[in-house]
C-alpha cells in the first residue's frame, strides 16, 4: 500500500494523535481533554469506512496503518489507538514491525492492556463478562491478555452486532435499542451466572450505559474505558518523560474525519459532549 511520507523534522512536539474507525474514540478524548486540558489532541475518525468491527485482519490493520502514519506525518509523536478492534488487529504488528522501520522513537498504544490490567482487579468471583463488537471478540484479544495478567480468571465473551449501528445511527435510547441490548446482556449472564464485573468493550457503549444498566444486577460492576484509559495515558506519560517533553501543550484540539464534515459534526458532538469543528482528510484507499 502507498503510505504518505513521514514527517521527519522530528525535534518539534506535536499533538497527541487518537485514532478511531468512528465516533467512539470520541468518549475517550473527552475524558483525555478533561484529565489532560493543558495538552494537544488531533483526533482522527475514519467513519467514512466505519464499521471495522466485521472486517478482515489485513483490512483493520491496512487502515489503521494508514492513519497512524497521517497522524505522524501531522506532527503526532504519541498516537492512542481509542479503537478496540484496531487495537486488537492492529496494533501489535504496528509495534513490533512497523515503527522500527518508521520512526523508533515514536509510539502507538492502544486501550485493550489498560483495560485489562484495570479489570482483572475489579472483579471477587473471578469471572468476568466482555461485550464487545463482533471483530474484537473474535480476535480474542481480551481473552488472551486477561489469560496472561491473571489465569485464574474465567472470561466470557457476547459479541453485539447491533450495538455500533445503533449508536452511530442515533437509535438508543428506545424499545427497539433496549430489546437488542438486552438480548446481548442476558445471553452473556445466562452462559456465566458467575460474572461479577461487565466489561464495555467498546469505546460507543459508554452511550448505551444507561440502558445496559436496566439489565445488569446491581451486583454486577459496569467498567467503561473512557476513564481506564485517561488514567493510564496520564501514568504512561508520568514514568515516560522523554515523551511528554515531545508533547505540545496549548490546549489546543483538532478534529479530522474521512467522511464529510456536516456529517461528522453533527455526530460527534453528541460522542465529545461539546460542540466539534472538522476538517475533512481524504482516503487514500476508499473502501
Known sequence: MS?????????????????????????????????????????????????????????VYEYTAEAVRALF???????????????????????QKDLPRWDPDRRVLGVIRPTVEEIGRHTRSGHIGILGTPGTVLSESYVLEIRKLYPEVITTQEACPLWVPLVENLEYGNEGADY??????????????LIDTLLLGCTHYPLLLESI????????????????????????????????DRIRKA?????????????????????????????????????
Do not use: W
Request: proline share 7%.
Open 213 to 244: 444498566r436496566k439489565f445488569v444486577p446491581s451486583d454486577v460492576a459496569i467498567i467503561s474505558q473512557d476513564r481506564i484509559v485517561s488514567e493510564s495515558l496520564t501514568d504512561y506519560l508520568r514514568r515516560h518523560p522523554e515523551m511528554d
Open 251 to 287: 490546549g489546543f484540539r483538532r478534529f479530522l474525519t474521512t467522511e464529510t464534515e456536516e456529517l461528522f459534526q453533527e455526530r460527534a458532538t453528541l460522542f465529545f459532549g461539546s460542540a466539534v469543528q472538522a476538517d475533512h482528510l481524504p482516503l487514500l484507499h476508499p473502501a
Open 73 to 95: 506525518g501531522m506532527g503526532c509523536h504519541l498516537v492512542i489507538l481509542a479503537c478496540n478492534t484496531a487495537s486488537a488487529k492492529a496494533l501489535r504488528t504496528i509495534q
Open 3 to 59: 503510505l504518505p511520507p513521514l514527517d521527519r523534522s522530528g525535534a518539534a512536539p506535536g499533538p497527541i494523535g487518537v485514532f478511531d474507525s468512528g465516533y467512539g474514540g470520541l468518549t475517550v478524548l473527552r475524558q483525555l481533554v478533561s484529565r489532560l486540558p493543558e495538552y494537544d489532541f488531533l483526533y482522527l475518525g475514519d467513519n467514512a469506512r466505519a464499521p471495522y468491527g466485521s472486517r478482515s485482519f489485513p483490512v
Open 180 to 193: 437488542f441490548i438486552q438480548k446481548n446482556v442476558r445471553n452473556l449472564l445466562r452462559r456465566d451466572p
